[in-house]
T-cell receptor, first 112, second 114 residues
């Protein structure tokens, strides 16, 4: 079974732009969570989606948003990019009712 | 609120030596505990998990971890380290009611000397 896939793997943007990242969960997994990883703040939870609904949200500004489609694929969007948004963005999926999350390879975003 | 502490930022061991990575958590109820490993430029790979039951859990790649409620610890061990184990290791806690949001420790970078 294929793992979690994320596209693109690398992105370079400039301040003020917006970006959309995509995540395809493991087949059959309906819960998708997003995390941001930076050297300074470590791994931080962004939000979780299940059945096209945001169930949980971390402590991030409203510039960070996401959505989930009927096939469980998810996208996250960051608007008005700031230098501090440079990070590895990780997506994880899990089965309904299960706590174990399986992570994708991440999208590395560099904001110049 | 839940939290995780990994006291060791960087550990160096010789190949073939034993390894123990420390993890302490803070959580009000019975936690779900995980260890993940991350190689440079890669995502997180699940090594093992603890939900309940036997406090010694076995994982992949020869790793094991022991849950000690009295010490709020979930230390990761391996009897004999291989050069390919060099990576960063993250301990995480989950299970906060209604939230599938993992809280991670700051990680321990493992270097293996030949």
């Amino acid at each position: 079974k294929a793992g979690v896939t994320q596209t693109p793997r690398y992105l370079i943007k400039t301040r003020g732009q917006q970006v959309t990242l995509s995540c395809s969960p493991i087949s059959g997994h309906r819960s998708v969570s997003w995390y941001q990883q930076t050297p300074g703040q470590g791994l931080q939870f962004l939000f979780e989606y299940f059945s096209e609904t945001q169930r949980n949200k971390g402590n991030f500004p409203g510039r960070f948003s996401g959505r989930q489609f009927s096939n469980s694929r998810s996208e996250m969007n960051v608007s008005t990019l700031e230098l501090g948004d440079s990070a590895l963005y990780l997506c994880a999926s899990s089965l309904q009712g299960k706590e174990t999350q399986y992570f994708g390879p991440g999208t590395r975003l560099l904001v110049l | 609120a839940q939290s995780v502490t990994q006291p060791d930022i960087h550990i160096t061991v010789s190949e073939g030596a034993s390894l123990e990575l420390r993890c302490n958590y803070s959580y009000g109820a019975t936690p779900y505990l995980f260890w993940y490993v991350q190689s440079p430029g890669q995502g997180l790979q699940l090594l093992l998990k603890y939900f309940s039951g036997d406090t010694l859990v076995q994982g992949i790649k020869g790793f094991e971890a022991e849950f000690k409620r009295s010490q709020s610890s979930f230390n990761l061990r391996k009897p004999s380290v291989h050069w390919s184990d060099a990576a960063e290791y993250f301990c995480a806690v989950g299970g906060e009611t209604g939230r599938r949001a993992l809280t991670f420790g700051s990680g321990t970078r493992l270097q293996v000397q030949p």
